[in-house]
């Protein structure tokens, strides 16, 4: 399914489902690889504790920079929620200090009144430059801390010993994704897919079925690289608020390169926004029905789909989402 030009006229369940994430709210979900191989690696806690945190701050400044609300630190990764009003909620909502020792914390002062979120035109926007910038520190991290984590794999460098430190290629797998970032990002509108609101301990939390969705969107694994994955209604709120992108073609004969346009803006179809220095191509889909986590997504290229009224899309009898991968430029 292609979404098109702005003007371009289409069904009116298409463009029912296209305005209805004009605006929206966008959660994201990051992974961190290899942490538990580390952990066992270390044998450690007081270093492995170290290590975390200083990666975990690194990301935090990047979702701030986004005006995202970091909700969750969980060592091995974190949740973060981009809307109009997701910095200023946040700054609202959390009172942050230093101790004497340089150790950041942060109290919550949410009453339970002030949660309402307000979507966005930008929600999408925001949240995938915030993962291709947490992609990016982590593959900076990987560089400036390799050779920190020698004394991990001592067995390896015995073999392995030149002068520069360990063979990177001879290193096991598990090395290789240390550090790596699988980032899911789904997104939605209040109320319907997600809220706000003070949990049963009094903490701000979300509850919605996006926030499932963007966590198992942050477990897709490529072999030695990081990943992000984001769902159809964050392609949507990105693109209908984008004025410059551009179809993957590679064709210098105009007549043939319109021919080509426009067979591919009937399909489903990736896009390439030079000025974010993304490309967003299609992924597979999620099929929504599906429990098994390990199977609910597909590597299916789905062209032809049905909208209902409510703003579900299905091929044939399966409710379906479409998923693209975000690759940096």
Known sequence: MGLGNKGDKHPREISEYANRYRKCVTILV????????????LNDAVKE?????KFARE????VKRYDGFLLKDTGDGGLVWFSENSGS???????????????????SICSGGECDIIPATDAARRAILCARDIVLRAEEFI?????HYREWFADVAERTLELDGITYALLPPEFKSLFRIGVG??????????IFAPNSYGDPDLVGPVLADANLYSRERQPGRSVIICDLPTLVNLVINTDNFEYPIEEKNFNKYCAMLEDLRQTTHGYGLADLKVSVMPKGVHLLGELNKTKAIADARIDEV?????G?????????????????L
Do not use: W
Request: glycine share 6%.
């Open 30 to 41: 990051y992974d961190i690889r290899g942490s538990s191989y580390m952990g066992i690696k």
């Open 49 to 53: 504790q170290r290590i975390k945190h």
């Open 59 to 62: 990301m935090a400044q990047i």
């Open 89 to 107: 909620l946040y700054n609202y909502l959390y009172t942050e200090s230093v101790t004497g020792k340089g150790t950041k914390l942060r109290y």
């Open 143 to 147: 560089k400036a801390n390799f050779v």
């Open 185 to 194: 990002i789904a997104s939605g509108v209040p109320d319907r897919d997600v």
């Open 306 to 310: 049905i909208f209902d009224e409510h």
């Open 312 to 328: 579900n899309i299905y091929d044939d009898d399966r409710r379906i989402k479409m998923l693209y991968e975000v690759l940096t």
